[in-house]
């Protein structure tokens, strides 16, 4: 398995007469972690290949030339006009754009699906992005729309694809172990920190118990939220992980709120929306162990959740956090608890890391993109017990052992 995209997209096409077609339709609405990878996989291509033309629909801005966006109609954002594009309109369209571009585009394009499916008949060469494979692994998490709509289009969007970007070895494994005929088109590429992790002035270490009190912004203001987070950042010195090792600042607290947040006390954080596969009821069971059986009380923050979730007793839900935000909540947070059933990458774990802030996770994938978050096992009693350790200082050194060993997810 190759990890050099260049070298993998010289091997189908001229380096020198590259011109890449992104179908950015999937940016829509309030982005989802799919939505902000292919966001920022767009982004890098655009800094590696000079020459780059996104699938766009009427109204949404990707922050780039305008003249770089094929615009189609509003209709092609929503998620049936989307599927009506890829499959009906995009074989026939590619062509007529292509041959405006350049008289020889259709031999030097290639077109890149970033999300999981390719339109077929591509005119030209594809790359295709595949994050997880969730619907054929774990389908129970999934809904039904989605387990039938993604098995039968994933397959043969494999099978047409000269280069399959997967973000992990893990991803890659599985990948190659249900289409062994892909194995050999399959490229690893990590998933990039989002901007605000990569670009904030480092802060000043205050000593002490960690779990501080970040000044942020911007927050929607729902009932029963908190009025201000504008307390001092306190730290916890932690290597990063090698997969972002240069990441050596903690980011800055963020200006005000217009909607005020009262102080808080030390919390445990949660990233996610609160579907099954997040596994949200069972960092919440391992929250309340850990005031009964260790007699810690601290605070409990969910981020992701939609607008109308019912938080239980006790947890304050943020609901949708814009992304400047993000870096304090890490950095004063006791530590990031994210006992998800299965990840193909789990972004957060290492936004986590960038902020210095311990984590805590229960699958596979989570020591080969965060080597210093703590894995165990998938029981309210383990995360508790880890979460304690972390707190008494055991956890400080990466290489503490607790004890307790991640599931192994099911390969097919």
């Known amino acids: 398995m190759k990890y050099d995209v260049r070298a993998a997209l010289a091997k189908v096409m001229d380096p020198a007469r590259q011109i890449l077609i992104f179908n950015a339709l999937i940016l829509r609405g309030r982005w989802s ?44 954002g929503t998620r049936i006009g989307r599927i009506v594009c890829e499959l009906l309109v995009f074989p026939f369209l590619l062509r007529g754009i292509l041959r405006r571009l350049s008289p020889n585009a259709v031999r030097e394009a290639l077109f890149v699906s970033p999300a999981y499916v390719a339109p077929p008949l591509l005119p030209c060469r594809s790359m295709l992005c595949v994050y997880d494979l969730h619907v054929f692994t774990h389908p129970r998490l999934c809904s039904l729309v989605n387990v039938l709509h993604y098995r039968l289009r994933i397959p043969p969007s494999i099978r047409r694809a000269d280069i399959i970007e997967v973000p992990s070895r893990h991803v890659a494994d599985i990948v190659a172990a249900r289409f062994p005929s892909a194995a050999a088109r399959i490229v690893i590429r990590p998933l990039s920190l989002r901007p605000p992790f990569r670009s904030s ?10 779990g501080g009190t970040p000044h942020l912004r911007n927050f929607p203001a729902p009932p029963k939220k908190l009025s201000t987070l504008n307390s001092q950042l306190s730290t916890f010195p932690s290597p990063l992980s090698t997969f972002h090792s240069s990441l050596s600042t903690l980011p800055s607290p963020l200006s005000t709120l217009p909607s005020p947040l009262s102080t808080f006390p030390p919390y445990l954080l949660f990233v996610g929306h609160p579907g099954r596969r997040k596994n949200l009821p069972l960092a919440l069971e391992a929250w309340r162990l850990l005031r009964e059986s260790h007699g810690i009380d601290m605070g409990f923050v969910v981020v992701g959740a939609k607008d109308g979730w019912l938080a239980p007793e006790g947890v304050t839900s943020l609901g949708y956090v814009r992304d400047d935000d993000m870096p304090a909540l890490y950095a004063g947070a006791a530590a990031l608890v994210y006992p998800s059933v ?26 080969e993109v965060a080597p210093d978050a703590i894995v165990c096992a998938p029981k309210a009693e383990a995360i508790a017990d880890s979460i304690a350790k972390v707190l008494a200082g055991a956890a400080r050194d990466p290489r503490t052992s607790l004890d307790c060993e991640a599931p192994r997810s099911p390969c097919p």
């Open 33 to 76: 972690g799919v939505e902000w990878a292919v966001w920022q996989r767009a982004r890098e291509l655009r800094s590696e290949y000079g020459r780059i033309r996104y699938l766009v629909a009427k109204g949404v801005d990707l922050g780039v030339p305008e003249e770089d966006c094929i615009r189609l109609p509003s209709f092609a």
């Open 201 to 210: 002035p480092p802060v000043t270490p205050n000593p002490g118990v960690r």
């Open 342 to 367: 299965d990840e193909g990458f789990g972004l957060p774990l290492v936004e986590a890391a960038a902020c210095s802030c311990p984590a805590i996770a229960c699958y596979e994938v989570a020591k």
